[in-house]
């Protein structure tokens, strides 16, 4: 079901819910998913307070929720405010949300929200309107609500001499710092804890053909999957999932493959989400990880 309704202070959101979860995505700015979680429950995605109902800013906005960018990450033009009204369209379950074309780059994008009674499917597309064509990669971006643990998965790991090739990158930032106690790494897994009191930044990417991120919160686990191309070239030294985080929230990217892009052409990105309630990770151990998440 979709609704249109008002919140955190902007009159023009649709509500996208069924009986146990809704979405709330914005209009009079955007496009942005500004809330996700269950029907009278927490929002998993952070807000800042300061920015909710706001628009018009000459600068862009963190403002929360769930964003579209483009990769790589170069001042300004993936910083291009999407501070202005954009165009919706309702659709038999959910809302296409087009921006208009950014002056700044020339590039129009938008995101697409449909809930289907198995989780949400969010489509990406960045369209060139630029009268030359530029090289790019669609990059999406869950800023999480602070106070919860970040989870990703590597590939399917294997013993030694029998898999002697390498399976993929750990890609690190000037700022990473493996030594700080937020990060957690098992065998399968890596652990990025959101501490609230913990301000310095931190941030790693990996490679994953069957991306998975996901994001405990008190109980409510919130998980997204992407299916990444091992034959396309990645941003960041090949990254198709990246992790930052610092005392505000904590963010879960996936990226799609660099693309050349000719006038008029859209490169498209496809998450799969899922909301998940009463979970409980008794030990931060593959087993109990492979568990909570579903898989082998």
Known sequence: MIERVSYGGWPNCFRIFNDDVELIVTTDVGPRVIRYGFIGGQNLFKEFADQMGRSGEATWQPRGGHRIWMAPEIVPDTYAPDNVPVRARMLGDGVELVAPVEPETGLEKSIVVELFSNGVKVTHRIRNAASSARTLAPWALSMMAPGGVGIARFPPRGTHPEDLPPTNPLVMWAFTDLSDPRWTFTK?????????????????????????????????????????????????????????????????????????????????????WSLHGAVDVAEWTDAELDRVLGVD
């Open 188 to 272: 399968k897994y890596l652990v990025l804890r959101q501490d609230p009191q913990s301000r310095a930044p931190q941030k790693l990417g990996l490679f994953n053909e069957k991306t998975v991120g996901a994001y405990l919160l008190g109980s409510d686990l919130f998980v997204k999957r992407y299916d990444a191309a091992p034959s396309k070239t990645y941003p960041d030294f090949g990254a198709s999932y990246e992790t930052f985080t610092n005392d505000g929230f904590l963010e879960l990217e996936t990226l799609g493959p660099l693309e050349g892009v000719a006038t008029g052409g859209v490169v498209e990105h496809v998450e799969r």
